[in-house]
């Protein structure tokens, strides 16, 4: 076999930072990935849709009986008060083996470490299956043109992972310290309060909509939804805003709005909680005459992984590199495992997340290699 130079993943982080791909702009970062894939001999195909930049890229035969996945994303939240920032954010600079820019940490190393990972292991042992590459642009903005693209087209093409692990960043505080083994489901709820503009002296001839609102609120925060399970902690309703719009002290408004965010354990789903946010606004308006109309967008589904091989494979590969054992958790928000767990199973695992969408957004120099090395001991493991 002929020698082959590695791929460097610090070199390639500091290439992908200095696209600014901020969704739903591609900047260059999809691009400059096919360039890389397709010259390690993987077949590389674009699946772009809604204006979002998405790559599919195979090495092996499609429909092999084992297929190896990794899912990330190149796009990045934006910069903010670019001025408050001490390095350039889109200029990958260096200082004291820190790397600086927007989206060192979530998640253009980790896309870097799968990608160097995955082309140095077929160039050094080409597996008996298929090494698949699912990278997209539209993680950090509505995800339906993202993820959910490249799944589509796998769908219709034929195209298969047995397993995915995602790279998104998983550990709190040290590295290795944490791996995903699912997510709570995610909803958001507009409440909408329409009753009768009066004057406050007079209540009796109006009907206020704050005053149903509030009660409705009251009710949906008065209990727990439930207290967890072995897997999740405890669902959770947060109030996030409340308004009327109305700057006059002597003024019944016509109209209020509220919305709610809950993060929902495997013991509800979207639909049973849209059942009960419904029967509890059924029953505020019966007894106050307010019209209540509520629009719910539920963006995931809560799942779990069960412990298994691919768990234990994953786990396994995160000790011998950094010496610590990931506890296995589903906390955190919402991640592209949401769409892929309804095509295989499918774990996380990434770097230290300290610093994401923040200011001076950073990653470790050496935790770059360090997490090359670990997804480079998972395809090993998984093609032994």
């Known amino acids: 076999m002929m020698p082959f130079d590695p791929i460097d993943p610090v070199e390639l982080t500091a290439k992908l930072i200095r696209c600014p791909s901020v969704t739903p702009a ?3 970062a999809i691009a400059l990935l096919a360039g890389v894939l397709a010259g390690a001999g993987f077949t590389c195909t674009r699946v772009d849709r809604g204006g979002i930049a998405n790559l599919y890229a195979r090495w092996g035969k499609a429909g092999a009986n084992r297929a190896f996945g990794f899912n990330g994303h190149t796009d990045v939240v934006p910069v903010g008060d670019a001025a408050a920032w001490t390095h350039d954010p889109f200029g990958a600079e260096i200082e004291d083996g820190v790397m600086y820019g927007r989206g060192a940490c979530d998640m253009k190393s980790g896309v870097a470490a799968f990608v160097a990972a995955a082309v140095d292991f077929v160039r ?36 298969r992972m047995t397993h995915c692990l995602v ?24 409440i909408t309060a329409v009753g009768v503009q009066g004057h406050s002296a007079y209540p009796h001839r109006a009907k206020n909509p704050l005053t149903a609102l509030v009660r409705l ?16 902690d405890p669902s959770t309703l947060a109030i996030t805003t409340i308004d009327c719009g109305n700057p006059a002290s002597n003024v019944i408004p016509a109209r209020a709005t509220a919305t709610i965010n809950i993060r929902f354990n495997d013991t509800h789903s979207g639909e049973t909680l849209s059942a009960w946010l419904r029967s509890e606004a059924e029953a505020v308006q019966d007894a106050t005459g307010v019209e209540i109309g509520l629009a719910i967008s539920v963006s995931g589904e809560a799942f779990v992984t069960p412990p298994g091989e691919f768990a234990a494979l994953v786990a396994k590969a995160v000790a011998a590199e ?28 990434g770097l230290v997340g300290k610093t994401m969408h923040q200011v001076d957004e950073r990653v470790e120099i050496a935790h770059i290699v360090q997490l090359k090395a670990i997804y480079a001991r998972v395809l090993r493991d998984y093609f032994a």
């Open 26 to 28: 591609e900047g260059g």
């Open 124 to 159: 050094e042992t080409p597996p008996d299956g298929a090494v698949i590459l699912a990278i997209t642009g539209d993680e950090e903005g509505e995800g339906k043109d993202g993820t959910i693209a490249i799944l589509d087209w796998m769908a219709f093409n034929g195209e």
């Open 167 to 190: 790279g998104e960043p998983t550990c709190p505080n040290e590295m290795g310290d944490m791996m995903k083994i699912g997510r709570r489901g995610s909803m958001t709820v507009k």
């Open 217 to 232: 609120l009251a009710r949906l925060d008065a209990e727990p939804l439930d207290r967890g399970n072995a897997d999740f």
């Open 322 to 349: 950094t010496g610590r054992k990931p506890a296995r958790s589903t906390s955190g928000g919402t991640s592209d495992a949401r769409f892929v767990k309804d095509h295989c199973p499918v774990i996380e695992f």
